[in-house]
């Protein structure tokens, strides 16, 4: 049942947990960012310890020349702290369990400019393992699903936000629209028929939801389009749940340019053009 274990991320009919699921935050289901970032060098000279304050991206640490001079190197992969159980394993698109994310980007690093290099990516959370093929019937199924999480979790945010820290009061505004609005589809499992008549007679309800979680992404530069570090931190966890993840977020490249623009990502997700302007 495609997104049942993410109802459960909120309280749904799903008892299957796993190790990395967090109470609601930015967003439940995506773990942090940072995991995912290759971030930017940021170069800020500290008299004694040159190194305090300069950030390498993942999987390289920082290191001084013979003038004292700090630079990022890559990280031994040896050095990288010992994985304290199963749920720290990561996934390359190589198709091999790593330790955690930092011995995947340790070893990542240590391939740059080579073309293994260049296609290799931090695939999904946990232990590679066979990915069913995702049929036809299921990808259509995928969006219906993807729809109605997207609005519970900004519904579920809107409830817990009292401390003003997990939506703006621009998101706010929008979000309470939605929870006070009397038509809106409760929070639950609901069928595939029922999915689709609602997004038909409530489509407005849909249409935030689907821009917010595109923002909440598109943080690397912020620029409009996702990249596949960026789009990471929401499909990685999703991939080893729902075994049609990959393949969605594939299609939603329409140009295949290797990018999701938002027009794409809407398109994907049955928003109109015209929403996207």
């Excluded at 940072?34 to 390498?56: R, T």
């Excluded at 304290?84 to 930092?102: A, I, L, Q, R, W």
């Excluded at 729809?147 to 579920?156: A, F, G």
């Excluded at 820290?165 to 809106?184: A, C, G, H, M, S």
């Amino acid at each position: 049942m495609v997104f049942q274990t993410l109802s459960g991320l909120q309280g749904g009919p799903s008892s299957e947990k796993t190790s990395w699921e967090v109470d609601v935050g930015t967003n439940p289901v995506q773990v942090e960012v940072g995991e995912f970032d290759e971030g930017i060098e940021v170069d800020e000279d500290v008299a004694e310890n040159p190194c305090l304050n300069y950030q390498c991206k993942k999987g390289k640490v920082c290191e001084v020349d013979e003038s004292n001079t700090p630079m990022c190197v890559c990280q031994d992969p040896s050095t990288c702290p010992p994985a304290e159980g199963e749920f720290e394993h990561v996934c390359g698109t190589d198709n091999k369990t790593y330790d955690s994310s930092c011995h995947f980007f340790a070893t990542k690093c240590t391939l740059e400019g080579t073309k293994k290099g260049h296609k290799l990516h931090l695939d999904y959370i946990g232990p590679c393992k066979l990915i069913e093929p995702c049929l036809d019937s299921e990808l259509n199924e995928f969006p219906l699903r993807m729809r109605d999480w997207l609005k519970n979790v900004l519904v579920t945010l809107y409830e817990r936000d009292e401390d003003n820290n997990l939506l703006t009061e621009k998101q706010k505004l929008r979000v309470k629209k939605i929870f006070e609005n009397e038509k809106r589809l409760q929070a639950g499992d609901h069928s595939l028929d029922l999915l689709a008549r609602d997004f038909a007679k409530n489509y407005n309800m849909y249409i935030f939801p689907v821009h917010w979680q595109f923002g909440q992404l598109d943080q690397h530069p912020i620029d409009g389009y996702l990249t596949h570090s960026e789009l990471a931190p929401l499909r990685a966890p999703l991939i080893p749940m729902e075994h049609c993840t990959t393949r969605f977020f594939e299609e939603c490249d329409a140009d295949d340019d290797k990018y999701i623009a938002l027009e794409e990502w809407a398109s994907c997700f049955g928003i109109k053009e015209r929403e996207c302007r």
